[in-house]
């Protein structure tokens, strides 16, 4: 996944708020995109993810606070002067003309001769995987072929930063899972900084080289997939990305190179420093465990670090996976469970005894 | 559902009421007698032939021409401006202009004629087509801003800021994608624009001063009995003309309409 990705800033947020009447939609954030980075902004509907796009691309201007794109001072001006382009959610795409002329849109003005601007349109065409589309009409394209058309179009301006506002939220499922490999190939081939709005955290993990989470017009936390995925800052962000099982505990010792542990079922356990991702002080803390680093320990001579005991109340069998609720003495909700259905493992029923084994690496402390 | 016979009967009486007066028209166009009167005494083509040696007629025929080119463009202009600004801005006091723009509406027009006729003498200007036009602007507005206001907010907003991210000014965007956008609605404004301006007859008669419109020159041949069945003639001409220009103005609207759907489906 990862890239060599420069250092250079290509966008740099700097104390932005947005306000919509008493609404503040973009709150005071800050953040520096670098080039040739895929970042995504995270979010439920209505953090201000789409915002502060908008902000990016022009749409909107900040009450305070500013943007710098490629080392100038977005302040005053307008859309069609920032080296940004933007793929919009409905795709955007003119009506009334067809594909050739739809992706030629924004390079009319250049006055280049018929053959250059073909060369370049069929170059881009190809690029997006629509070859011989020139000629087909706005209205007989899918909705995955309209996005391919609202790529093109914005790729062939050579825009330093690409601006994509939910772009896969109208395919259906497998479609989008296509284009979500595709997109991130595409990035790669060209090098452009992507910044994606999502509000779908499976899409921002797979593709992105960092990720900012949004709630409530702030950056909750920005890291990268695997340190936002296995370090959540809060409980939050947890529950937001993936699966987290929580369980109430206590702080009881923080070392230089070892933090002491104690919660009910699993006792006393020493984790690292870099396990509690902000700085919390000793006493009552909640402890999250992501389900597949809990195992069931199925046969007897089975071994883990850190073994419980529990009961299963609930089986959702997803095929590749099965998914168990299980409830332990002294945790108040049923923990998740998952494990991969490998040959010859029996699926346990409701109402079966299991022992569930973890390692104390697996647990990370959250505010 | 079906609907009670009751209903049915209701419908076909009021439809007769309606349209029976203009049905006559057409019948005495072609009728071979100077009487309007049944019984009919035969099929003439001569009350139309007739019409060609009228020279008032075509002079008239003139003037409407111009006061509805003139209304239906004026009128499709000033609706562009008007149904743009409140489909697209919010500004202070939007929702009593656009009352105030849609009041010509339900007016008399014999108010309207009136009052223009009073600012008009009281100005000292002299009365002629384009005092006429400005009569007819007024009340061909009120449905251009309908139409067009209609086609301007079926269009998606994310269409202008696409064209815009993609580098086009303001004004380039307004040529190369807002207005083929609504160029249905255009057409349809114009046309009806042009229809109303054509039939209209009591602002007309108000504003005329010397040179008639077609309505009003058929009023005035309505003093003369033998003229009868050549207006006959006429207005039936207009008739032809009038329901075949709504046709085309309704055949753009749904166009504009249909274009709409298409484009919010996706």
């Not at chain 1, 993936?242 to 190179?257: P, S, T």
């Not at chain 1, 529990?310 to 409830?327: A, F, I, K, P």
């Not at chain 2, 002079?59 to 111009?66: E, T």
């Not at chain 2, 801005?89 to 007016?107: A, D, Q, R, T, W």
């Amino acid at each position: 996944m990862a890239q060599p990705v420069s250092e250079k800033p290509m966008v740099e947020i700097k104390s932005v708020v947005k306000a919509f009447g008493e609404v503040k939609a973009v709150n005071g954030v800050d953040a520096v995109i670098k080039e040739g980075e895929f970042f995504s902004l995270l979010g439920p509907s209505g953090c201000g993810k789409t915002t502060l796009l908008r902000l990016i691309a022009g749409f909107e201007h900040p009450d305070s606070g500013e943007i710098v794109i490629a080392g100038s001072s977005m302040e005053n001006v307008e859309p069609n002067h920032r080296p940004t382009n933007m793929v919009f959610q409905s795709y955007a795409i003119f009506p009334h003309l067809n594909v050739e002329e739809n992706v030629a849109y924004g390079l009319k003005k250049q006055g280049l001769s018929k053959a250059d601007l073909k060369a370049k349109v069929d170059e881009m065409l190809n690029l997006v995987d629509l070859k011989g589309y020139n000629k087909r009409p706005a209205y007989a394209l899918s909705g995955g072929q309209r996005q391919r058309v609202a790529l093109a179009r914005a790729l062939i301006m050579k825009p330093k930063v690409l601006l994509l506002d939910e772009p896969l939220s109208a395919l259906d499922k497998k479609l989008r899972e296509q284009m979500q490999v595709e997109l991130r190939s595409l990035q790669r081939t060209v090098g452009i900084t992507f910044i994606l709005v999502t509000h779908d955290q499976e899409e921002a993990l797979t593709m992105s080289d960092r990720i900012a989470v949004m709630f409530d017009g702030q950056i909750a936390q920005l890291a990268s997939p695997q340190e936002l995925y296995r370090r959540p800052k809060n409980q939050r962000i947890a529950s937001f990305i993936g699966v987290m099982n929580f369980v109430e505990g206590q702080l009881l010792a923080i070392g230089n190179d070892a933090l002491k542990v104690e919660a009910g079922p699993i006792g006393t356990v020493s984790i690292k420093p870099n396990q509690m991702p902000i700085a919390l002080p000793t006493g009552a803390v909640t402890i999250g465990i992501r389900p597949e680093m809990l195992t069931i320990l199925f046969n007897d001579s089975d071994k883990a670090e850190i073994e419980i005991k529990g009961e299963v109340v609930e089986t959702s069998y997803y095929g590749d996976m099965t998914y168990y609720s299980v409830r332990i003495d002294q945790i108040a909700k049923p923990v998740t469970v998952s494990m991969r259905n490998t040959s010859g493992r029996k699926v346990l029923d409701i109402g079966e005894k299991a022992r569930i084994g973890l390692g104390a690496e697996s647990l990370v402390l959250l505010g | 559902m079906r609907a009670p016979r009751s209903f049915t009967v209701f419908v076909g009486l009021y439809l007769l009421f309606l349209y029976a007066p203009v049905m006559l028209l057409p019948i005495f166009a072609f009728n071979d007698s100077a009487v309007i009167a049944f019984p009919l005494k035969g099929f003439t083509f001569g009350w139309f032939a007739g019409l060609a040696n009228e020279s008032t007629l075509f002079v008239a025929l003139k003037n409407s021409l111009i006061v509805a080119v003139s209304s239906a463009v004026l009128s499709t202009c000033l609706g562009v401006l008007a149904a743009r600004a409140a489909a697209r801005y919010e500004f202070f006091g939007k929702k009593p202009i656009m009352s105030f723009l849609m009041l010509p509406l339900v007016l008399p027009e014999i108010i309207v004629g009136v009052s223009l006729l009073i600012v008009l003498v009281q100005l000292g200007l002299d009365l002629n087509v384009w005092t006429v036009i400005l009569g007819h602007v007024l009340v061909c507005m009120p449905f251009s801003i309908a139409i067009l206001l209609s086609a301007f907010n079926n269009m998606d907003r994310f269409l202008e800021e696409a064209s815009l991210d993609l580098g086009a000014t303001r004004r380039e965007t307004f040529f190369r994608v807002i207005l083929p956008l609504v160029m249905p609605g255009l057409m349809s404004s114009l046309l009806i624009g042009f229809t109303i301006s054509l039939d209209e007859f009591i602002i007309a008669f108000f504003l005329t001063g010397t040179e008639p419109t077609l309505p009003v020159y058929i009023w005035s041949q309505l003093r003369f009995p033998s003229k009868l069945p050549g207006v006959m003639a006429l207005g039936f001409i207009m008739l032809i003309l009038s329901l075949v220009l709504l046709t085309a103005g309704e055949y753009f609207r749904n166009k504009s309409a249909a274009l709409a759907a298409h484009e919010n489906k996706q």
